[in-house]
């Protein structure tokens, strides 16, 4: 594995370093990372002894693996719903490669080349590999078209699978240095540029990953040819002359694909949000790679609409359920959140790479917000169940009988539980980065990452426990004396700012101050977007440390999400909290948090895998249905993380309380 790390590492430099222009930053990979972690090390390998497997035997029950048996003899019929099913079996095996570089498991590995080997006998000879066509090109799936790509634009995912596989093959390649993937992802790649670019096929691909997935292959090979379709995939949407611009659907006028115009002349978060995700991340990759400005410019302008207006207060996107889509300028539903959590995946690609850009800690601060809340909550603490959507409140199931309330194991379309399967384990990739001599903290994760400064190597170790406790301690290792500036993210929400822009904000502000020591000695240091630039000479042993005020505080909306309005959500450090009706005699929808409630905190290492909860004597509307009365009492609240709601069964569940009582609803008696 140490040959692995160390090739890939001079891969990478080489490739990155050696073109003319790339993001000013790069993240430190994921290989360089060891995790000691309490909070994410266990969620890591429950991913890798219960969620791959588990993935991987759905996988196989459901037809999936099936599907490219067939196609390899050209015989039976697709098996399963989606044309884009291929799909959940390359996105398994990117996590279960990235899985292998932190957990060694010659079995797994053994299971993965099987697979690998299944994947390449489907591929067609000139590199096509697509099982629903494959399997029997004289009865395609009715998505499909009777050509090769003949609806890649509205609904065949012909390029989506391909870019999957491209992802899928640059992780294996990545974690274990074979090519067998990587040479099938190769020559599809080789097709796809073949067929598509400047006289040949136009076509804005109907769901987009193919981009970033040729940006990767281009990292790896240095291949112009992939970049540059890359760049023409992203420049061929909003040219389609087929919708109706006027019809006010989304689904005919062509923002559901992001397609009614030129990205460069896109000014909002739009259309369905995963493809908006995966869209713009790889607009940031071509900026990156090309210095194109125009496209830099439009992805600054889309993030700060998406931050700023679409966002939930837990760091989910895509409100509206019709589309799997962004919404209009704040609307922003509790009742009917969609927020899918494939959508939350594709936000922390997006703003990791606006970090890379840009070297803000603002795009960390959501990419924080979305890993610790909106991401975690899609998958259960057993690693097996799932939500597909993320709820914002849940009052009763006969009031909201269309929200998930409860999780699933798998799903028809199953592209969330996989896409978990890949972030999960690839998260040490986004704890550190890099340029020249400066090195930035983004996440506070408790390991040891091995980096080289002027080209001198240099471990750092993290020790902490957050997200429960805000004391942070860095001890630095060079070889011998260095100079460099290590710079490490004071968050937002220790700063007085709930989340980039004022779509939240905090309803009392905190004055305390993060207290900073150099071998325990307090210094005064200067905060540049958002970190504490510290510079020195730094000698083995030398310790830094930081200490985040943890306060328990009041989040409030603007006023323009009318919903939210005499509301309060809670947050302590990155995490926000919701009631659930287990902590809360059977119900969740019935409190009132007032401005004077004052709250206690205690871990508890035995509930849900170890919670700090949240506590306080509040009022609460009780109704007495024989006497026909309302009423208030007092009574202890209990909050607990919002991603660890709905892993004790069935009931009400709420994000966002009154701050008062202004109305009481009445309803007709449930059945």
């Not at 040729?214 to 890359?230: C, F, H, N, S, W």
Request: net charge neutral.
């Amino acid at each position: 594995m140490k040959k692995v790390i160390l090739s890939f590492s001079v891969l990478w430099s080489a490739l990155t370093y050696g073109q003319n222009k790339d993001y000013p930053i790069r993240a430190v990979p994921f290989t360089q990372v060891a995790l000691s972690d309490n909070f994410w090390l266990p969620r890591i390998k429950i991913n890798h002894t219960v969620t791959i497997p588990a993935s991987f035997e759905r996988c196989e029950k459901t037809g999936r693996v099936k599907n490219f048996e067939m196609a390899a003899t050209h015989t039976g019929k697709f098996c399963t719903v989606y044309p884009f099913d291929d799909t959940d079996i390359y996105k398994t095996i990117e996590g279960a490669s990235y899985s292998l570089s932190l957990f060694p498991d010659g079995k797994l590995t053994a299971y993965i080349d099987s697979l690998i080997n299944i994947v390449g006998k489907a591929q067609e000879p000139d590199g096509y590999l697509y099982t629903a066509r494959t399997i029997n090109p004289a009865e395609v799936h009715p998505w499909a078209g009777k050509q090769r790509w003949e609806k890649e634009r509205e609904l065949s995912h012909e390029l989506y699978n391909a870019g999957h596989l491209y992802e899928a093959a640059a992780a294996h390649f990545i974690s274990t240095g074979k090519r067998n993937l990587l040479n099938i992802a190769l020559k599809n790649a080789d097709l796809v540029c073949s067929v598509f670019g400047p006289g040949k096929l136009h076509v804005a691909p109907g769901h987009e990953v193919v981009e970033m997935g040729l940006v990767k292959l281009y990292r790896i090979t240095g291949k112009p040819e992939y970049l540059q379709t890359a760049k023409f995939f992203i420049e061929e949407r909003g040219h389609y002359k087929g919708y109706d611009s006027t019809s006010g659907d989304e689904w005919k006028n062509g923002s559901y694909w992001q397609d009614d115009k030129p990205v460069t002349e896109q000014q909002e978060a739009e259309g369905h949000a995963v493809r908006a995700g995966y869209l713009y991340s790889a607009m940031a990759d071509v900026a990156a790679l090309t210095g194109d400005t125009a496209l830099l410019a439009a992805v600054d302008r889309i993030w700060a609409n998406m931050v700023s207006k679409k966002m939930y207060v837990q760091g989910s996107i895509g409100a509206v359920g019709n589309g799997e889509r962004f919404g209009g300028n704040y609307e922003l539903p509790n009742a009917t959140a969609y927020n899918e959590t494939c959508a939350a995946i594709a936000s922390v690609f997006f703003n990791e790479r606006m970090f890379l850009l840009h070297g803000d800690s603002k795009y960390i601060d959501v990419l924080e917000k979305t890993l610790y809340n909106g991401f975690i909550s899609g998958v259960g603490l057993d690693g097996k169940s799932f939500f597909y959507t993320n709820a914002m409140q849940i009052k009763n199931s006969f009031t909201h009988p269309d929200m998930e309330a409860s999780r699933s194991g798998w799903f028809t379309c199953s592209c969330c539980p996989t896409n978990v399967v890949r972030l999960m384990p690839s998260i040490p990739g986004y704890v550190y980065a890099q340029k020249d001599n400066d090195v930035f903290v983004n996440l506070f994760i408790s390991g040891s990452a091995t980096l080289t400064v002027n080209n001198k190597p240099l471990q750092i170790t993290q020790q902490n426990n957050y997200p429960w406790d805000g004391n942070l301690a860095f001890t630095l290792n060079p070889a011998a004396g260095q100079n460099f500036t290590l710079k490490v993210r004071i968050p937002g929400w220790a700063q007085n700012t709930a989340i980039p822009g004022n779509l939240y904000t905090f309803g009392e502000a905190n004055n305390a101050k993060v207290v900073i020591t150099i071998n325990g000695q307090p210094i005064d240091y200067t905060v540049i977007n958002g970190y504490a630039v510290l510079n020195k000479v730094w000698k083995k042993g030398d310790v830094v440390t930081v200490n985040l005020p943890m306060q328990v505080r009041r989040v409030v909306a603007s006023a323009n999400i009318k919903e939210d309005i005499g509301k309060v959500a809670l947050q302590r450090g990155p995490i926000m909290y919701c009631a659930e009706w287990a902590d809360n005699n059977g119900r969740a929808s019935n409190i009132v948090v007032p401005g004077t409630a004052a709250f206690t905190t205690q871990f508890k290492p035995a509930m849900l895998n170890g919670i700090m909860v949240l506590q306080s004597p509040v009022p609460v509307v009780n109704i007495d249905s024989v006497a026909n009365t309302v009423n208030t009492v007092t009574q202890t609240f209990t909050a607990i993380p919002y991603y660890a709601w709905a892993n004790r069964g069935k009931g009400e569940m709420m994000l966002w309380f009154p701050a008062r009582i202004k109305d009481i609803d009445l309803v007709a008696n449930e059945p």
